[in-house]
């Protein structure tokens, strides 16, 4: 029927709330009419991951935040995305798991753990290059597990996973996914309708300072005893003065709560002072 049909076609109904929220802008194409978004680079206010090497292939931002959340699309380049997965415990081993990334020259990037739907304090991310499938990810897990084992000992957890996790929550387990022409179709009207830069170079300075106290200020939330190693504590709070002992302060000089009420004589009738 008519309805169902152009609602194939119907790039803008899914991203109607992002649009009145002012979040999204559809433009028009001067020369040719056509409309399109134009997605622009940019940082959170809370971002939670160091790119410790920066990649070229993917366009996770435009993939999981729109093809995937507002059109329900696994993209084709999603389904062939596999990336290694390990768990640093602490501050620490998060600090030195970049510092590890970088030397072996994977696409990689480590962060906190802000996603309630994904166990685990902190995680690093090494990424298979896109045209190399299941088996080529089976040799980066190989490469990158005896590294980190090495590095971090043998209990360190070291998983090989498909996609993001937002796709396996919504869609169920990706052993199960399948794409279809209709995806397909859809994902050619996506890439010509949402415009995006990629970005290639390394992550700003600036950004990555930002990056790096959030994950300490976090860390001494959740009471991380490495924390001292890269903070004064005084940065964050002064500890509380306790008085277990009652010698901190002199009985006398405690406000007394006040015993009595009186009511005022020359004010209206339910005025209360205090005495």
């Given at each position: 029927?008519?309805?169902?049909?152009m609602?194939?076609?119907?790039?803008i109904e899914p991203?109607?709330d992002?649009?009145?929220?002012?979040?999204?802008?559809?433009?028009?194409?001067a020369e040719t009419?056509?409309?399109?978004?134009k997605?622009?680079p940019?940082?959170g206010?809370?971002d939670?991951?160091?790119?410790?090497?920066?990649?070229?292939?993917?366009?996770?931002?435009?993939?999981?935040?729109?093809?995937?959340?507002?059109?329900?699309?696994i993209?084709?380049?999603?389904?062939?995305?596999?990336?290694?997965?390990?768990?640093?415990?602490?501050?620490?081993?998060?600090?030195?798991?970049?510092?590890?990334?970088k030397?072996?020259?994977?696409?990689?990037?480590?962060?906190?753990?802000?996603?309630?739907?994904?166990?685990?304090?902190?995680?690093?991310?090494?990424?298979?290059r896109?045209?190399?499938?299941?088996?080529?990810?089976?040799?980066?897990?190989?490469?990158?597990?005896?590294?980190?084992?090495?590095?971090f000992?043998?209990?360190?957890k070291?998983?090989?996973?498909?996609?993001?996790?937002?796709?396996?929550?919504?869609?169920?387990?990706s052993e199960?996914?399948?794409?279809?022409?209709?995806d397909?179709?859809?994902?050619q009207?996506?890439?010509?309708?949402?415009?995006m830069?990629?970005?290639?170079?390394?992550?700003?300075?600036?950004?990555?300072?930002?990056?790096?106290?959030?994950?300490?200020?976090e860390?001494f939330s959740?009471?991380?005893?490495?924390?001292?190693e890269?903070a004064q504590m005084t940065?964050?709070i002064?500890?509380?003065?306790?008085?277990?002992?009652?010698e901190?302060l002199?009985?006398?000089?405690?406000?007394?709560?006040?015993?009595?009420?009186?009511?005022e004589?020359?004010?209206?009738?339910g005025i209360l002072?205090?005495?």
């Amino acid at each position: 029927m008519f309805f169902e049909e152009m609602g194939k076609i119907d790039l803008i109904e899914p991203i109607q709330d992002e649009m009145l929220a002012g979040r999204l802008i559809v433009h028009i194409e001067a020369e040719t009419g056509k409309p399109y978004i134009k997605l622009i680079p940019q940082t959170g206010p809370v971002d939670p991951w160091i790119h410790s090497v920066r990649g070229s292939e993917r366009f996770c931002a435009k993939w999981l935040k729109l093809y995937f959340t507002c059109y329900n699309l696994i993209p084709k380049s999603c389904m062939s995305c596999w990336k290694v997965v390990a768990e640093p415990k602490n501050l620490k081993m998060a600090i030195e798991m970049v510092e590890l990334q970088k030397g072996m020259g994977f696409e990689s990037k480590t962060g906190l753990e802000l996603r309630p739907y994904s166990p685990g304090l902190w995680h690093s991310f090494w990424y298979c290059r896109l045209d190399e499938g299941l088996e080529g990810a089976l040799r980066l897990h190989k490469k990158v597990e005896a590294k980190v084992k090495r590095e971090f000992g043998i209990m360190m957890k070291v998983s090989l996973k498909r996609a993001c996790t937002e796709m396996e929550v919504r869609k169920g387990p990706s052993e199960n996914w399948v794409y279809t022409p209709e995806d397909e179709m859809l994902e050619q009207l996506l890439d010509d309708f949402i415009r995006m830069d990629k970005i290639v170079v390394d992550q700003s300075p600036i950004i990555q300072a930002f990056v790096y106290r959030n994950w300490v200020k976090e860390a001494f939330s959740r009471g991380d005893p490495t924390v001292k190693e890269f903070a004064q504590m005084t940065s964050f709070i002064r500890g509380s003065t306790t008085y277990d002992d009652g010698e901190q302060l002199k009985r006398d000089e405690v406000p007394q709560l006040f015993e009595t009420w009186k009511e005022e004589k020359d004010e209206p009738s339910g005025i209360l002072r205090l005495s």
